[in-house]
C-alpha cells in the first residue's frame, strides 16, 4: 500500500521516465528522421505531467500525505508549483528548437529527449526531502544540461560551453557531495527533517562547514555571486534554445530546491544561512547590474540580467519566512515568462539567410522595421527592469514586500537602489531599438510558433495579469504553507 | 452622477485612444487623439460641475478589489480636481501642438493618451500601491517621447529623466511598502489620518523627498530639466512642465504634509534652504541662457522653489498659494513653451539670437507671449500673482528672511523674463528670415487662446479656483497645524506686551 500510495504521488516523473525511455528507443531506431515526432511526443509527455501536477497546485497539497518513498521525496503544492514552471519551461524550448537546429542540420531525436531528462532531474530536485534524492535529481538535471550545452558539435563556443559547464559543474557537484558528507557525518541522516532536528541544538563546526558547502554549491547552480563566473560564457556559447533553456527550468529547479533546503533541513538555524543569503543577494544584483553594462552581445547580457534576477529572488528566501517564499515562486513565474520571451524575441532576430544575429549593432532601429517584435522586447525589458504597470514590477513588489514584512530594511533599500543600475542597460536595449536610426538586419521570417510563445509570454508580463494577480498570489501562499507545514 | 465611474471612463477613455492610435495613419492618428481627449476634456467639465463644494471630501469615489493586496481605489478631493482639470485641459492643447510631428505620429499620440491616462490616474488613485504603479509608469512613455522625437542630445537627455526619477521613486517604493506594513492598509484617506511614529517619520519622509524633490524638481537635483525640456518636442515640454511637475508639489501635500507632518515641521530648515537657492541660482542662470527652451526650463525651477515654500509655510495662505503657483505655473510655462514651438516651428532654431523684433512682423503671436512673459513674472491681474503673493504671504508668517529671499525670485523673474522678451520681440529686426515669419495662424489661435484666458480668469477671479479646494486645503491645515514650527515674528497680542519684544520686532522690522 505504502509504495502504490508512492508510486501515485510520482505519477508525473513516472510518466516523463516511461516515455523518455520509449524515446530513446525511437531515437535509436528511427535515426533523425524521427526528430519531429519524437519532439512532438516529448511535448505531449510533457504536458501530461503539467496537466496531472496542477490539480495538486491548485488544491494546495501539503502533510503527510504528501510524502512518498519514506521521506524521500514530497510532492506538496510548493514542488507542483515549481515543476508546473520547469515542465512550460522546457516545452517552451522544445517548441523554438526544431526550427533552429533544423537550419543548422543538426536536429537529432536525442535532443528533445535531452530536454525531457533534464526536466524530469529539476522534478526529482523540487521535490526532493532528502540529500540522497536531492543528488540524484541533481545530476541527471545537470548531466543533460551539458550535453544540451555542447549539443552543436562542430561549433567550437558551443564544444567550448559544454566543457565549461562540465568542468565547473563537476567542481560543484564535488562541493556539494563533501557539504553532504559533513552533515550526514555530523548530523546522522540525509532526510531534511532529520538534519533540521538534529541541528536544532546549535550548529556545531562540522554541520557549519557541511552547510556553508552545500550553499555555495546551489550558488553555483543558481549562477549567484560569487559563482556566477560561468554563466555568461555558457549562455553565449549554448544555441540560444538551449540557453532559454538553462536560464528557465534548470534556474527553477535549483532555487526551489535551494528554498526548500534553506527552509526545511536548515530551518531551526536561519541565522546561520541568512547572512550568506542576504550576501549572494545583494552581490548577484549589484554585479549582474554592472556586468551587463559593457557587454554587446545580447545573450551575455541575458545571462547578467539573469545573475541580477536571482539576486532578487534570493531576497524573498533572506526573509526565511512564508511570505518570502511566497514571493520566491511568484518572481520566478514572472522570471520563466520574461526569459521564455526575451530568448524567443532573441530568436526571431534572423537576417535574410536566416542566421542568428545577437549583438546590439543588429538590433538598430528595430522599431521601424520590424514593429511588433521591437513593442514585445520593449515589454519585456520594462517588465525585467521593474518598471510599473508591467508584472516584472509586481515580482519585485512582493520580495520587497516580504523583506519588509520581515524587517529586513537596509537590504530592501540597498537593493531596490541597486535595480537602478540594472535599469540602465535595459534601458539601453530599448534605445538601441527605438532611437537608433535603422540598419535593417532583421529580415528573417518566423514561424506561427515563435510569435504564439513570445505573445503568451508578453500576455503574462502585461498589466492585464494583475487581474490574475488575487489568484495567482493564493496560489503561491498556499504552495509555500506547504513548505512550512512539516509532515 | 452617483453611481456613474466617472472617473474610470476618464481613464478609459484615452487608453482606448492610445490602443487605436498605435495602428492608425497619420492623419487618423491626429484625428483620434484629438477626440479621446476632448472627450476627456469634457468628462473633466462634467466632473468640476458635479463636484460638490463644501460637500464630502472624497466624491466620485469608486473601490473594487481587483488585485492581490491592494484595490482599484479611485476618488477625489478639490486639490486632484483641479490637478486633473489642468491636466485634460492641457492635453488637446498638446495634441494641436503636435502638428510638426512627422515621424510615427501613430505612436506618438499613442503615448500622449496613454500619459494621459497616467496623468489622471496618480491624481485620482487612492490607494498607495495603486499611486505607485501610475506615477511610476508615467517614466515609459516619458522616455519614449523625449528619447524618439526629441532633439540632437535626447538619448543622453532621456536616460538623465529616466534614471533620475527612477532613483528617487525606488526608496520611496520601500517606505510605501513600510507604511503598509504599518498601518496594515493601503488606503490613502485612511493614511492620511494615520499617525507614524515620530522617529519613524523622518526616515519615511525622507525617502518620500527623494522622489517628490527629484520629480518637483528642487535644486540641486533639478539637473535633469533642462537637458528633458530642450530635448523633449513642444507637446512633450507642455506636459512636462504643465503637469508632471506638478506630481512632485502633489505628493507633498498628499503624502509628505499629511502623512509626517512632525518629520515635515522637522526638515523644513532643509526644504526652506534648498528653495532659497533655488530661486536665487536658477533665477541667476535662466538669467544668462541663450536657449529658449532652457531659459524657461530654468524658470519653472524657480517657481517650484515658490510652490515648496507656500507647502511647508504650514499655514492656509501658503497652501492656497502653493495650488495656484502650481496650476498658474501649469498654465503659464506650458503657454510659454507653446509661444518657443510657435516660432521654433518656423524657424527650427532656438536660439535667442536668431530671432528679434517679432513684434514688428509677428504682432499677435507678440501679444500673446507679452501676456505670458507677465503671468509669469506675476504681474497684477494674471494668475501668477495670486499664487506668488499668497505663497510668499505665507511663508512671511512663519518666517521673514525665507520672505524675503524668495520675493528676490520674483525680481530676477522679471529680469530674465523682460530680457528674453526683450531680444525676442522688441529690438531691430537683424536676421531677415525671423523678420519674415507668418503670424499666428487658426490652429495656433486655437492653441493658445484658450489658455489665455484662463490665466486672466485665474487672476482676476481666482475663488472659482481656490473654492473647490477651501475645505480640503483647511484640512490639511487643521492636520499639520499641530507640528507647526514657531514663527520668527514673535506676534504678541493684547496690551501687556513686554517692552523687550517690543524692542526686537522692532528691529526686526527695521532690518527689511
Known sequence: MEYLHSLSLVVPELILTVSGLIMVLFAAWGGAAASRAVSIACCVALGGAFALVAPSVCAGASGLETIAFFGQVRADAFAGFAKLLI????????????????????????????????????????????????YIGLELQSLAAYVLAAYLRDDDKSAEAGLKYFVLGALASGILLFGISLIYGFTGSTAFDAINVAMADGLSG??????????????FKISAVPFHMWTPDVYEGAPTPVTMFFASAPKVAAVALLARLSLEAFGSQTAAWQQIVTFAALASIVVGALGAIGQENLKRLLAYSSINNVGFILIGLATASAAGAASMLLYLLFYVAMTVGSFVGLL???????????????????????????????????????????????????????????????????????????????????????????????????????????????????????????????????????????? | MSGFPILSVMLLVPLLGAVACFKASASAARTIALVATLVDLALGIVLWANFDIGGDQWQFTERASLFAGFQ?????????????????????????????????????????????????????????????????????????????????????????????????????????????????????????????????????????????????????????????????????????????????????????????PEASAQFVWLVWGLSMAAVVITSLIALVQHDMKKLIAYSSVAHMAIVTIGLFSFNTQGLDGAMIVMLSHGLVSGALFLCVGVIYDRLHTR????????????????????????????LPGTSGFVGEFLSLGGIYQVNSWVAFVCTTGIILGAAYMLYLYRRIAFGEQKNADAAAMPDLNAREWAMLAPIAAAVLWMGVYPESFMAPMRNDIALLEARISRAQPASDARLVTGEAAPAAAEEEAAAHGGAH
Open chain 1, 87 to 134: 515542465y512550460a519551461a522546457a516545452g517552451a524550448a522544445l517548441v523554438v528548437s526544431s526550427a533552429y537546429f533544423e537550419k543548422r542540420g543538426a536536429m537529432r531525436p536525442e535532443f528533445p529527449v535531452l530536454i525531457l531528462f533534464s526536466a524530469l532531474g529539476a522534478s526529482v530536485m523540487v521535490s526532493a526531502t532528502d540529500l540522497i534524492a536531492l
Open chain 1, 206 to 219: 562540522g554541520e557549519l562547514f557541511g552547510l556553508v558547502f552545500v550553499l555555495s554549491a546551489m550558488a
Open chain 1, 348 to 487: 526571431l532576430l534572423r537576417d535574410a539567410d536566416g542566421n542568428q544575429l545577437e549583438t546590439f549593432g543588429d538590433i538598430k532601429g528595430l522599431s521601424t522595421t520590424r514593429p511588433a517584435l521591437a513593442w514585445c522586447l520593449l515589454a519585456i525589458m520594462f517588465s525585467l527592469a521593474g518598471i510599473p504597470p508591467l508584472m516584472g514590477f509586481y515580482a519585485k513588489l512582493v520580495v520587497f514586500q516580504a523583506a519588509v514584512e520581515a524587517d529586513l530594511l537596509p537590504l530592501a533599500a540597498i537593493g531596490i537602489a541597486a535595480s537602478v543600475i540594472g535599469a540602465f542597460y535595459y534601458l539601453k536595449f530599448i534605445k538601441v531599438m527605438f532611437f537608433d536610426e535603422p540598419v535593417d538586419r532583421v529580415q528573417g521570417k518566423a514561424d506561427t510558433w515563435h510569435w504564439v510563445l513570445l505573445a503568451l509570454s508578453v500576455l503574462v508580463i502585461s498589466p492585464l495579469a494583475w487581474l490574475a494577480t488575487g489568484w495567482l498570489g493564493n496560489l503561491a501562499d498556499l504552495a509555500a504553507a506547504s513548505l512550512f507545514i512539516a509532515g
Open chain 2, 351 to 378: 536660439e535667442i539670437d536668431r530671432y528679434g523684433g517679432l513684434s514688428i512682423n509677428m504682432p499677435k503671436y507678440a501679444l500673446f507671449f507679452l501676456l505670458f512673459t507677465m503671468a509669469s513674472i506675476g
Open chain 2, 72 to 260: 482599484w481605489a479611485l476618488g477625489i478631493d478639490g486639490i486632484a480636481l483641479m490637478l486633473i482639470m489642468l491636466s485634460v485641459f492641457l492635453m488637446p492643447i498638446c495634441i494641436l501642438a503636435s502638428h510638426s510631428i512627422e515621424k510615427r505620429v501613430g505612436e506618438y499620440m499613442a503615448a500622449f493618451l496613454f500619459m494621459e491616462v497616467l496623468m489622471i490616474g496618480t491624481f485620482a488613485a487612492q490607494d498607495l500601491f495603486l499611486f505607485y504603479i501610475l506615477f511610476e509608469a508615467g517614466l515609459i512613455p516619458m522616455y519614449l517621447i523625449i528619447g524618439i522625437w526629441g532633439g540632437v542630445d535626447r538619448i543622453y537627455a532621456s536616460y538623465k529623466f529616466f534614471l533620475y526619477t527612477l532613483l528617487g521613486s525606488v526608496l520611496m517604493f520601500i517606505a510605501m511598502l513600510w507604511m503598509a506594513n504599518t498601518a496594515g492598509t493601503t488606503d490613502i484617506p485612511t493614511l492620511m489620518a494615520y499617525d507614524f511614529a515620530p522617529s519613524a517619520q523622518t526616515w519615511l519622509w525622507l525617502a518620500f523627498f527623494a522622489s517628490f524633490a527629484v520629480k518637483m524638481p528642487m535644486w540641486p537635483v533639478h539637473t535633469w530639466l533642462p537637458a528633458a525640456h530642450v530635448q523633449a518636442p513642444t507637446a512633450g515640454s507642455v506636459i512636462l512642465a504643465g503637469v508632471l511637475l506638478k506630481l512632485g508639489g502633489y505628493g507633498f501635500i498628499r503624502f509628505s504634509l499629511p502623512m509626517f
